[in-house]
């Protein structure tokens, strides 16, 4: 990686470009840039859900995460590097199944909500999509590993059923959708 940052107002972006890690500068609307700047926004939504009062598990591994997506980060601002290992999906892959396995089966259904912990698992995941999204737009332009796109696909299947985890640590449960044809059966009930 590149020089660590000493002095933060370098005055260098101000034509809007940035640089990169390998010291190359683009422009603060390139696709890369686009995708580093949501991965960043992703761990900082992380860095707020660790706000909230959390399992030591689950802290322990968003706190994981984190570290994961600087890694990400990193290996986005540094064209045709590897940072972020294979283990890392697997990682998720295993927490995934830990935790979806303590859940019941989802019959409808929810809306991103519940919890104030729940919530921001939710906001979590949707931004962790846009930056899957951002990655996807940037692996169609520039040759990337795959495991960036396919932590950031784990990543947001896992705060989906972390927002069903957290609901459930102070005895709530998810807040069905009430569909209108749902919200017709049970009028007819």
Known sequence: MG?????????TGDAGTTGLGNNQR??????????MGDVDELNSHIGLL????????????????????????????IPGFELLKKEAVLQLDEALEEHNA???RLQEFILPAGTRAAAQAHVCRTVARRAERAVVALGNEEALNDAPRQYLNRLSDL?????RVLNRMNGGDDVYWKSERLARQEASE
């Open 3 to 11: 020089n660590r940052l000493t002095e933060i107002a370098t005055r």
């Open 159 to 163: 705060m989906f059923v972390l927002a």
């Open 50 to 77: 660790l706000c909230e009062p959390l399992p030591d598990a689950v802290r322990e591994l968003l706190v994981q995460v984190q570290h994961q997506l600087f890694n990400l980060g990193g290996e986005l601002s």
């Open 102 to 104: 303590a859940l019941p």
């Open 26 to 35: 683009v422009s603060k609307n390139s696709l890369r840039i686009h995708a």
